[in-house]
């Protein structure tokens, strides 16, 4: 090839950047405009059902030769940052409505100052206290909600108690120990086998589980629960909530788990079948749910379930919600599934607690735009 050749072309691709420039410039105004209704009418920058739907067109559109997954790949830089730039929008939107009186911006806590807090060991990537004291904040509660990084989990039940703590997340890998230690625990606690909530009632502490009605809203959102199928693989302290959720809705389990005695014990507790992880080859169902952690950040190349099964679900769902596509979810859709990731589960059992302890309904859709836009920038 000659010099010139070489040089012509590298001129085309510089005219042809500057162009789609001008348009992504052009796309992220109107991306602004719209994140400015999106604040006006308090709703959520996050919108998952548009995001497909974009996928989706873009996909019916493209004459190659790019490929479907490289489209996905640049498209989904373009709608991060979209989102981003909207997340700015709602945030300076709050921000007005604490200057303007409408919701409290009380900083320094006062011997009034409710406290709650978040159990756990470890707790600092906890996105609880982010998700809370939005919550606080914007309905002018005054609370404080801290991250507690338990080295001593009966001197931190004693100390909830001494300190006045009025209500706390219990997180890995104190769901079951708690239970112990508490004064009383509530029939969903219970069933399920852990606790992920404390409520200071006078001087006792009463145990009770949202991670189960988290993991429903989750699943609702794809497909009905009651008379489906739903392949659970994982045996831990999040697939008990799950199987619990799943059962306590009229929908079938079977369980799929690496260790046998883990998942034979599980499926007998919610009168589920179960199959050694090693044979997910002979089990199907509507819905396919990973509850255990292959996948997470940072071993984001691995899935615990073969590419190949997939296409027997209708659905999948991954409880992970960092990254917020796991090679799972990634598979799962060019199977031609319908996913979600575990975001709506953690928000929702959060919003569940928050309920409990403050009998207010919270803002969930910032509360949802707070967590996301926190995943995408750490
Ligand atoms: N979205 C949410 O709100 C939410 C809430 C809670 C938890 N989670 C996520 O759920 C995941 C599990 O949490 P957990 O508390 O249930 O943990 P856990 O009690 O430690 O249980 C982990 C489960 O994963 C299985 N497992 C781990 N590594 C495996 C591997 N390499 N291959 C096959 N199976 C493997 C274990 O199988 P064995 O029995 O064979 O050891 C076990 O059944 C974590 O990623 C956590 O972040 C999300």
Known sequence: MSKDTLNNLRRKIENLDVALLKLLNERAEVSVQIGKLKAQDGLSVYDRCREEAIYRYLAQHSQGPLKISDINKIFGEIISVSRKLQSSIACNESESQVKSGSVSNKSTPSGNTSVY???GNPVAHSMSPLMHNAAFRLLGIDAIYLPFEVKDLPGAVAGMRALQIRGAS????????VLELIDEIDITAKKVGAVNTLVLEGDSIYGTN???AGAVRSIEGLLPIKNNHF?????????????????????KVTVVNRTRDKGLALAETFDASFAPLVDIVKVSGDCLINTTSVGMYPKVEETPVPQGVLSRYKAVV????????TRLLKEAESAGCMVANGLDMFIFQGV?????????EPPVQQMKDLVVEELETT
């Not at 392949?231 to 929908?251: L, M, P, S, W």
């Not at 569940?352 to 207010?360: A, S």
């Open 352 to 360: 569940e607690q928050f309920k409990i302890w403050t009998g207010e």
């Open 231 to 251: 392949v659970v693989v994982g045996a831990g302290g999040a697939a008990r909530a799950v199987v619990y959720g799943i059962t306590r809705k009229g929908g």
């Open 318 to 325: 991954d409880i992970i919600y960092n990254p917020f596509k």
């Open 210 to 212: 949202t991670d189960w």
């Open 117 to 119: 807090g978040i159990m």
């Open 170 to 177: 219990v997180t890995h890998p104190f769901k079951t120990r």
